[in-house]
């Protein structure tokens, strides 16, 4: 089903390939969203099941035969999996896989409920009805591609393409958030902390559509609720339990998964 021409010595790409409802494997031809960022996606992917264990090499032109493309494109995935603190790009030697621990994980997303939850407060003395609107719209976004992604784990659509897009739409919210707040160095400390541990691993986690509306729907429905209503006791309560969610999912599956082994 997958990359078959890494090694998978590790149990945790044996489980990957045996993964079910997953949809297109990571190598099959990008469809159209941004070329570079449906590369990088895949290749991520790749990486979180195993089959590039850490220290491992990503050679270029492999990558180009795998995905049909020409090295632009390659190179651009590999620029922005580096700014994700993927991959580490050495001039002259190429791509390796850099991983984080299992404590860096806990610490960032810690640090992140606090920060977040604290924009959520900030924002919601000063939100303003075109944001409210704003963020109405991004949710209305997500749930189509909530729905795409069920029809896709019944082997009808796009998974890179739908993960892709989910990823931009909530990061939209959260950005529509953080312009609302009206800070712009906690904005920045933010997204560099979201750029330590990528957000859209998150999005490979969820085991069910369920828990994806639990996550993503609900919770920012409550969010945006407490943020229309001025209520910034309750969004930042909100907004630090999402987080907080979002970070329990995702240690729940790269534990199953053997990532930290």
């Given at each position: 089903?997958?990359?078959h021409?890494?090694?998978?010595?590790?149990?945790?790409?044996q489980?990957?390939?045996?993964e079910?409802?997953r949809?297109?494997t990571?190598?099959d031809p990008p469809v159209a969203?941004?070329?570079?960022?449906e590369?990088?996606?895949?290749?991520e992917?790749a990486i979180?099941?195993?089959l590039?264990?850490?220290g491992?090499?990503?050679?270029q032109?492999?990558l180009?035969?795998?995905?049909?493309?020409?090295?632009t494109?390659?190179?651009?995935?590999?620029?922005?999996?580096q700014?994700r603190?993927?991959?580490v790009v050495i001039?002259n030697?190429?791509?390796?896989?850099?991983?984080p621990t299992?404590?860096?994980l806990?610490?960032v997303?810690?640090?992140?409920?606090?920060?977040e939850?604290?924009?959520?407060?900030l924002a919601?003395?000063?939100v303003?009805?075109?944001?409210?609107?704003?963020?109405?719209?991004?949710?209305?976004?997500?749930?189509?591609?909530?729905?795409?992604?069920?029809?896709?784990?019944?082997?009808?659509?796009?998974?890179?393409?739908?993960h892709v897009?989910l990823?931009h739409?909530?990061?939209?919210?959260?950005?529509i958030?953080?312009?609302?707040?009206g800070n712009?160095r906690?904005?920045?400390l933010?997204?560099?902390?979201?750029s330590?541990?990528?957000?859209?691993?998150?999005?490979?986690?969820?085991?069910?559509?369920?828990?994806?509306?639990?996550?993503?729907?609900e919770?920012?429905g409550?969010?945006?609720?407490a943020l229309?209503?001025?209520?910034g006791?309750?969004a930042r309560?909100e907004?630090?339990?999402?987080?907080g969610?979002?970070r329990?999912?995702?240690?729940?599956?790269?534990?199953?998964l053997g990532?930290?082994a």
């Open positions: 089903m997958y990359y021409h890494v090694r998978t010595a590790s149990t945790r790409s489980r990957a390939e045996s079910p409802g949809g297109q990571w190598a969203t941004s070329l570079a960022d590369i990088a996606f895949r290749v992917s979180v099941e195993g590039y264990p850490p491992s090499r990503l050679p032109d492999e180009c035969d795998r995905f049909g493309v020409s090295r494109p390659v190179r651009e995935a590999l620029r922005k999996l700014a603190n993927v991959v001039p030697k190429g791509a390796t896989v850099r991983l299992r404590k860096e806990m610490d997303y810690d640090v992140r409920s606090e920060l939850g604290f924009a959520c407060e919601a003395e000063r303003s009805s075109t944001a409210i609107r704003e963020l109405d719209e991004a949710q209305r976004r997500f749930v189509r591609l909530v729905e795409g992604l069920e029809q896709d784990r019944s082997g009808e659509g796009d998974s890179a393409a739908i897009q990823n739409a909530n990061d939209d919210f959260h950005r958030i953080h312009q609302a707040a712009d906690l904005s920045q933010t997204e560099d902390l979201g330590l541990f990528p957000k859209d691993y998150v999005w490979r986690a969820v085991q069910d559509s369920d828990e994806m509306r639990s996550l993503n729907v919770e920012h409550r969010i945006r609720s229309a209503v001025a209520d006791e309750t309560r907004m630090r339990s999402h987080i969610h979002a329990t999912v995702l240690l729940r599956y790269l534990d199953h990532f930290w």
